[in-house]
């Protein structure tokens, strides 16, 4: 455990993980629980600050999550952020009621106290932009607290209790509509919590190391080795902290791109100290994948066939107790079952696996993102070119062809995907965006080429902008790029003859298509 964490407990905003980005770019470290922690499990954590998230739900309603009222008795500060705010209220004698007007997006904040959460910052006249996303508002302020801030349609924007080190915000801190957010969360975990600017990679590294260490013992782990950037920082992590009792295992599920199983087995042998076993899989998953076109039975095909394979291997090598997965936070988010919402979709990671497995889950990549894990294998030292390719996901291929995977299809995506990393690379945007890929459409559309009349598929390419692949923004890529691009896919690739590309955002479409 970090000395001094803030401790954010989760009621099912789509933003919860955000806080702890933000604040954990303060160099404090911050860890996300559902909202049901037990009591005494949270004392044990000892937070130095907790936070209660925003969420989807009303306080009133019959089965309102709750978290246990017991927190506010701890002396520790709290800040209740939307439905947390409302939480707060509600738990500490306040009246929580729909209201008439719902606020949704941008709203003007005055500040009445320029102390506390809103230290340095200046009261009205002066106002400050902040995002609102909330039906229902507090009518009645809990015993002790006073208002610090209002908007025209929050009269209780901002809370503070006058003797206890409560607060509570109707707006959104965490995000970047709410311009004065950062100072905020400053205020709160520097000025209320007095936490320090300690945490940092390293010592993300040394705690990691020893947690490992003390759930491991003597025991074996095995990690699934993709070559992407996730899994190559999970195994050097895991590495450091236990060295030869790890083994690696890149199994080649021919959902691969060209060459990338060779060219991955030779990086990991040249280049580091790792212990690979590969495992040629290529005609066991084709084989499971036969006839199915649904995207989440896909996955889950998928994600049992690693597992399978990977508990064959444990059982060869013996002794082996953990799997190591490179799972990160944004794959834990988009997995979760919030009272009765479908996930978004089962990460092969994540909600993918089997309910009985044999061997136990290590992920000490689970409450990172993606940048802090490039930042993490470069102070493990780990090469540049490791670190800083594009993300590409557990299930490969396999989510890029809509539909039926077939060899065939595998072959055309496969031949189209290499153009689209060449020209990215040679024009030196491969870097500059999130992630670009092509994409087999499962249809075919009428084109000429020569004289004839062809009947061919059809490839999307698809090219993000992205911080953390929560949100994503469609890349502006030159003209004369995708030009090249389509017309060499057209040229070279038998069995295509279009080539569009893909103009949405993240939300509402996602990064993959499925
Ligand atoms: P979406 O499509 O959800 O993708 O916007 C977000 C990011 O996650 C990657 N992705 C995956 N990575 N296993 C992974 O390791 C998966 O099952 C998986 N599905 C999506 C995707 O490529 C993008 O970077």
């Known amino acids: 455990m970090h000395s001094q964490?803030?401790?954010?407990?989760?009621?099912?905003?789509?933003?919860?993980?955000?806080?702890?980005?933000?604040?954990?770019?303060?160099?404090?470290?911050?860890?996300?629980?559902?909202?049901?922690?037990?009591?005494?499990?949270?004392?044990?954590?000892?937070?130095a600050g907790i936070i209660l998230s925003g969420g989807p739900a009303s306080v009133y309603d019959e089965d309102a999550p709750i978290s246990d009222p017991g927190l506010f008795e701890l002396g520790v500060p709290v800040l209740g952020i939307c439905y947390g705010a409302q939480l707060m209220m509600q738990q500490l004698g306040g009246r929580v009621e729909r209201a008439e007007k719902r606020e949704f997006g941008k709203a003007e904040l005055r500040i009445r106290e320029a102390e506390g959460l809103f230290s340095g910052l200046e009261t009205a006249p002066s106002h400050y932009q902040v995002w609102m996303s909330h039906g229902d508002r507090v009518e009645e302020v809990a015993p002790g607290f006073i208002t610090t801030a209002d908007t025209e349609h929050s009269p209780f924007a901002a809370l503070r209790h006058q003797g206890k080190p409560f607060s509570a915000v109707?707006?959104?801190?965490?995000?970047?509509?709410?311009?004065?957010?950062?100072d905020i969360l400053r205020n709160f975990i520097f000025g209320i919590c007095g936490c320090e600017a300690?945490?940092?990679?390293?010592?993300?590294?040394?705690?990691?190391?020893?947690?490992?260490?003390?759930?491991?013992?003597?025991?074996?782990?095995?990690?699934?080795?993709?070559?992407?950037?996730?899994?190559?920082?999970?195994?050097?992590?895991?590495h450091r902290a236990i060295g030869s009792q790890l083994t690696c295992i890149h199994v080649n599920n021919g959902l691969m791109r060209t060459n990338e199983s060779e060219s991955v087995l030779h990086f990991f042998r040249e280049r580091t100290d790792l212990e690979v076993?590969?495992?040629?899989?290529?005609?066991?998953?084709?084989?499971?994948?036969?006839?199915?076109?649904?995207?989440?039975?896909?996955?889950?095909?998928?994600?049992?066939?690693?597992i399978e394979i990977f508990e064959q291997e444990a059982k060869k090598l013996g002794q082996v107790k953990y799997l190591a997965q490179g799972t990160l936070y944004p794959d834990v988010i988009e997995s979760v079952v919030f009272r009765g919402k479908a996930p978004i979709k089962?990460?092969?990671?994540?909600?993918?696996?089997?309910?009985?497995?044999?061997?136990?889950?290590?992920?000490?990549?689970?409450?990172?993102?993606?940048?802090?894990?490039?930042?993490?294998?470069l102070e493990?030292?780990?090469?540049?070119?490791?670190?800083?390719?594009?993300?590409?996901?557990?299930?490969?291929?396999?989510?890029?062809?809509?539909?039926e995977v077939s060899a065939e299809r595998l072959r055309i995506l496969r031949q189209a995907d290499v153009i689209v990393l060449e020209e990215m690379k040679q024009s030196g945007w491969y870097r500059k965006v999130w992630q670009s890929f092509a994409v087999l459409l499962p249809i075919q559309t009428v084109g000429v080429m020569g004289d004839s009349r062809t009947y061919e598929h059809v490839i999307a390419i698809r090219s993000v902008d992205s911080r953390d692949a929560m949100t994503a923004d469609w890349s502006q890529l030159p003209y004369d790029l995708l030009g090249r691009i389509s017309t060499r896919i057209i040229n070279e690739v038998r069995g295509v003859n279009r080539v569009v590309y893909d103009i949405s955002s993240k939300p509402p479409s996602t990064i993959e298509w499925e």
């Open 5 to 47: 964490t803030i401790l954010i407990l989760d009621f099912g905003s789509q933003t919860t993980q955000l806080i702890a980005r933000r604040i954990r770019e303060q160099k404090v470290y911050s860890e996300i629980h559902p909202y049901t922690l037990p009591l005494a499990r949270l004392k044990e954590l000892r937070p």
């Open 170 to 182: 109707q707006f959104h801190p965490e995000v970047a509509h709410t311009l004065i957010g950062t």
């Open 198 to 238: 300690a945490w940092t990679m390293q010592s993300f590294i040394e705690s990691t190391v020893e947690a490992v260490r003390a759930k491991v013992g003597s025991d074996r782990v095995i990690c699934a080795l993709s070559g992407g950037v996730d899994s190559t920082v999970t195994a050097a992590m895991i």
């Open 277 to 306: 076993i590969d495992i040629n899989a290529e005609v066991y998953f084709l084989e499971r994948l036969k006839g199915i076109a649904d995207p989440e039975e896909k996955r889950k095909r998928i994600g049992y066939g690693f």
């Open 346 to 377: 089962s990460h092969h990671n994540v909600g993918g696996l089997p309910e009985r497995m044999d061997l136990a889950l290590i992920e000490p990549l689970r409450e990172l993102f993606k940048d802090e894990v490039r930042e993490l294998g």
């Open 380 to 403: 493990l030292g780990l090469p540049e070119e490791a670190i800083f390719r594009q993300p590409f996901p557990g299930p490969g291929l396999g989510i890029r062809i809509m539909g």
